[in-house]
């Protein structure tokens, strides 16, 4: 019997390692067929160059200050001001304890996971139900990396849109939180009225023992430490995933001859994107096909996403609409096709991430769509 369970595993492996040996070799065969396989490396090895160069490390100048910025805020109290002025809108948006406004501004300051290291603290998590508790991963990942997302589009000379795609995010982030909500409780009706956790009430304190020239100079210092780590840690999604998007989603040299320079691509997403262009047009706004990149990267790591951007600026894709567009969908999807799984699995409840993953992806896509038409309402009040 063993033997038998042994054999059938090594054919399911063997059959795995064939299907997956057949789609690569399919996608870059067909690349390399129309670049040529000289120029097909070199463009990729290039193009994550020009990424690490260009976008990482201007990325992780971003990740340090907002780090550093986070981390001052939380040391002096801000942190706790601002919960208190988001406390009234908590429940009436998104069904939450007024504490759970916490968990937005620490995602908004650092990244997804820091809802998580709230939701794991009793102190934290007596506030809650259960359905309420593990909602907040749909809830805390629909603001990750806003600051830094914010930053970077404002710093590229886009505020206004910037902030216009701030508010889509918000929407997003209550159609997403509200369809989990109601996912979890038809699927386990009694989690409705169970305590996420128990224990007595205490406040929840970031302060520490110091004086105030000493808590401000660790808290920048810890704050930059974190905002090194986060930079580190985008790296890989931007040079793999950006790279390869990018080369599915930009064309030949300006000759329309492959030269093996950074950015060049066989343009197959556009192509895919112009059969249904008009439903991007009206939903997003688009006015490029090639624009789809943004989100679709953005499923996986917004960090990556963001590494598209300046190619957009060079090519003349982007305006204020596209950059609230952008914010919008990356602020709520925030990669969480890459983090969902382990963030509802260190709650306990991984059989929860497909419902999850629909809820947010129709926030995201609501976000979108909403940036969008405030952007399109405000173009025409002002």
Not at 177 to 197: C, H, L, V, W
Not at 253 to 265: F, I, K, V
Not at 271 to 286: C, E, N, Y
Request: charged fraction near 15%; glycine fraction near 12%.
């Amino acid at each position: 019997m063993k033997k038998f369970k042994e054999m059938k595993f090594t054919t399911k492996r063997t059959i795995e390692a064939l299907i997956f040996l057949v789609i690569f070799f399919a996608i870059f065969g067909y690349i390399a067929n129309r670049m040529g396989m000289a120029n097909m490396l070199n463009t990729i090895m290039q193009t994550s160059y020009r990424l690490l160069i260009d976008t990482c490390f201007y990325l992780m100048g971003i990740t340090v200050l907002s780090g550093a910025l986070g981390k001052l805020l939380t040391e002096f109290g801000v942190v706790r001001l601002l919960e208190n002025i988001l406390k009234p809108f908590m429940k009436p948006l998104y069904n939450l304890p007024g504490v759970a406004a916490l968990g937005a501004v620490l995602t908004f300051l650092s990244d997804n996971p820091a809802i998580i290291s709230l939701a794991n603290d009793k102190n934290f998590s007596q506030y809650f139900k259960k359905y309420q508790l593990i909602s907040l991963t749909n809830f805390g990942t629909a603001f990750g990396m806003g600051l830094v997302v914010i930053a970077f589009m404002t710093g590229k000379g886009f505020a206004s849109g910037a902030l216009i795609g701030l508010l889509g995010a918000v929407v997003g982030s209550v159609v997403s939180t509200r369809i989990m909500q109601r996912s979890i409780i038809k699927a386990y009706p009694n989690f409705k009225d169970e305590g996420a956790a128990g224990g007595d009430e205490q406040a929840i304190s970031f302060k520490s023992d110091e004086g105030a020239f000493l808590r401000g100079l660790n808290a920048i210092l810890d704050g930059g430490k974190t905002g090194v780590e986060l930079g580190l840690a985008i790296i890989p999604g931007v040079l793999i995933i950006s790279t390869f998007v990018m080369i599915l989603t930009f064309g030949a040299s300006a000759t329309g001859e492959y030269t093996g320079a950074a950015y060049e691509g066989v343009k197959v997403l556009p192509w895919l994107a112009g059969k249904i262009d008009f439903v991007f047009q009206w939903l997003f706004g688009f006015e490029h096909p090639e624009l789809v990149a943004y989100p679709i990267t953005a499923l996986g790591a917004v960090g990556a996403a963001l590494g598209l951007i300046p190619t957009f600026l060079e090519q003349g894709f982007v305006d204020n609409n596209v950059i609230a567009v952008f914010t919008a969908m990356g602020m709520c999807w925030s990669g969480f096709l890459s983090t969902h799984t382990a963030m509802l699995d260190s709650l306990g409840y991984r059989q929860l991430t497909s419902k999850a993953i629909v809820a947010h992806t129709i926030g995201g896509l609501c976000a979108g769509i909403v940036a969008h038409w405030l952007f399109v309402l405000v173009s025409l009040i002002f």
